[in-house]
């Protein structure tokens, strides 16, 4: 997106509101080791003023704190890392069932909806593995570490229940970790709450998970001008470049996500390790896919199904895409040929690759 702003960062226990631009309110802060921007646009639009517009900002201002709190919440239950969240506990716990909070049951049985479809492709018990990696360090595990954990990588061994708000990891060898979708669950929560709220036009970005609603804002000033509910332009990175685009997507309302081998990856021994690990070798995921974008009303969606476009390949994905309603991606290859659903056609612009001298 486009428009230019300042960020101030806050921890998310004390972030408030601020004014990142004439009618709008915003919120931001790291939290779910990434950074998290909150924007709301005034109904009113950038010449509010008087009693109404700052009763709006009073709105705003409040529902964008109800989505620092909800994170702060979503924090606590899902991490991996904190003794005492519903994650720790069930793993403290295993193989009984112990209570959770409804939210963390509900997204471990819509994640498991996820890990069927993808045919395991996609698997929330890779965590089991992935601790084996250090991305930052560049470690590689060994062949034997590996064969050693991955038949404990089966998401059918997870156990929840929603009804009775308890979850149980039947393996207790298995590492249950929702990191590859929860943030979707949580921008449609955040949605939820802002929309409640009488906030209709906004964009919400956690780390790369955008989700937008109502459309721009309007703005005389901008060449051209926006009118009030012109769809954003929401650039995909280029991943042989990510400095730069490689295409813009037209959206209104709606998520868009990537799933990329750019974002984490090392070189050792002359081979370069990404961080997409196939549940089925334990090892970064052999495809022809550079990155995958996945387009939809959902953000959930674009989270559980990005992953698995990547690692299907670039004619597999496209063509499992194209047969999900409300579902559409963008495919770039490892020869930088960009493939797209027939959902896209009028609303994506290609940037070519800039050469490099």
Sequence with gaps: MSATRTFVYGDPATAEPFSPEPGARAVSFFI?????????????????????????????????????????????????????????????????????????????????????????????????????WDFHTGKVPSARALAAKLPHVDWRRIRVDRKAQTLAIEDPEAVLDLGGIAKGYIADDL?????????????????????????????????????????????????????????????????????????????????????ILSPRTGEPAVTDVASATIVAARSLDCDGYSTTAFMLGAERARDLIEGIDQVEAVIITDRDEVLYTSGLEDRLALIPTLTRL
């Design 32 to 132: 779910f080791n990434t950074d998290v921007h909150l924007i709301a646009y005034l109904a009113g639009g950038m010449r509010a003023s008087g009693r109404e517009a700052e009763e709006e900002r009073g709105r705003a201002d409040a529902a964008l704190a109800a989505c620092r709190d909800r994170c702060r919440f979503f924090e606590r239950a899902l991490s991996r890392t904190r003794a005492d969240s519903d994650l720790a506990r069930a793993h403290a716990g295993a193989p009984d069932p112990v209570g959770v909070a409804p939210e963390t049951a509900e997204l471990v049985e819509l994640a498991q909806g996820y890990c069927a479809r993808s045919e395991g492709l996609f698997d929330i018990t890779m965590g089991t593995v992935t601790q084996l």
């Design 191 to 275: 949605a939820g709450i802002l929309r409640a709220r009488g906030v209709n036009r906004f964009v919400l970005n956690l780390g790369g998970n955008v989700l937008v609603a109502g459309g721009r804002p309007a703005d005389e000033r901008a060449r051209p001008p926006h009118r009030a509910g012109d769809p954003w332009r929401i650039g995909i990175v280029n991943p042989f470049d990510p400095a730069h685009h490689r295409a813009l997507v037209d959206l209104a309302d709606g998520s868009v996500v990537t799933s990329g081998a750019f974002e984490r990856s090392f070189a050792k021994g002359g081979r370069v390790y990404h961080h």
